[in-house]
T-cell receptor
Framework: GEDVEQSLFLSVREGDSSVINCTYTDSSSTYLYWYKQEPGAGLQLLTYIFSNMDMKQDQRLTVLLNKKDKHLSLRIADTQTGDSAIYFC?????????????FGTGTQLKVEL | DARVTQTPRHKVTEMGQEVTMRCQPI?????VFWYRQTMMQGLELLAY????????DSGMPKDRFSAEMPDATLATLKIQPSEPRDSAVYFCASGLERGQVKNIQYFGAGTRLSVL
């Protein structure tokens, strides 16, 4: 079955870059996503990447995909205190004819002054 | 500003009581998902509807949980009877599914349930 793994915590200083890593197991995944969850809120989509792409950049966010190693990363440039949150990666897989997201455990990003 | 609306935001109840959580998906979306989030288990998919029909509810305890979509604008998740181990945050998400294109899920703010 699918399994998505992330490290639990990451601490960075304001202004530095953050890199959050994710590994997945379903080689048939077509889309991979990054969601952000702030305290007391639902998950908010940050960005996604199609499986035939290696990289996607969106303002301060850069997504890198290594399909051979099933490794996904999210880089946040110039990290700000407002970036403190839990970040989830998710992969899209087929189940019973439908599309289902499998989420990782989440990485809590703490941005220090 | 289209969004998924969940009610109530918070619910405290006693063990054995029935709990009903409601979700209004984004207008025009044809898929609805119910998730449960706990510290120990993370995000678990409980149920998945497409065009109001249940597609996957394998993650849902069948003896006490039930999920329905009475119409396209309302999804419900019921727990009867509730137990302390059901305490969690329950999220609803909706999306527009057309093949495998994007399939972005938009999440509500969640219902925080505490069963005493």
């Amino acid at each position: 079955g699918e399994d998505v793994e992330q490290s639990l915590f990451l601490s960075v200083r304001e202004g530095d870059s953050s890199v959050i890593n994710c590994t997945y197991t379903d080689s048939s995944s077509t889309y991979l996503y990054w969601y952000k969850q702030e305290p007391g809120a639902g998950l908010q989509l940050l960005t996604y990447i199609f499986s035939n792409m290696d990289m996607k950049q969106d303002q301060r966010l850069t997504v890198l995909l290594n399909k051979k190693d099933k490794h996904l990363s999210l880089r946040i440039a110039d990290t700000q205190t407002g970036d403190s949150a839990i970040y989830f990666c998710a992969e899209l897989g087929l189940t019973g004819g439908g599309n289902k997201l499998t989420f990782g455990t989440g990485t809590q990003l703490k941005v220090e002054l | 500003d289209a969004r998924v609306t969940q009610t109530p935001r918070h619910k405290v109840t006693e063990m054995g009581q029935e709990v009903t959580m409601r979700c209004q998906p984004i207008l025009g979306h044809n898929t609805v998902f119910w998730y449960r989030q706990t510290m120990m288990q993370g995000l678990e998919l409980l149920a998945y509807f497409r065009n109001r029909a249940p597609l996957d509810d394998s993650g849902m305890p069948k003896d006490r949980f039930s999920a329905e979509m009475p119409d396209a604008t309302l999804a419900t998740l019921k727990i009867q009877p509730s137990e302390p181990r059901d305490s969690a945050v329950y999220f609803c998400a909706s999306g527009l599914e057309r093949g495998q294109v994007k399939n972005i899920q938009y999440f509500g703010a969640g219902t925080r349930l505490s069963v005493l």
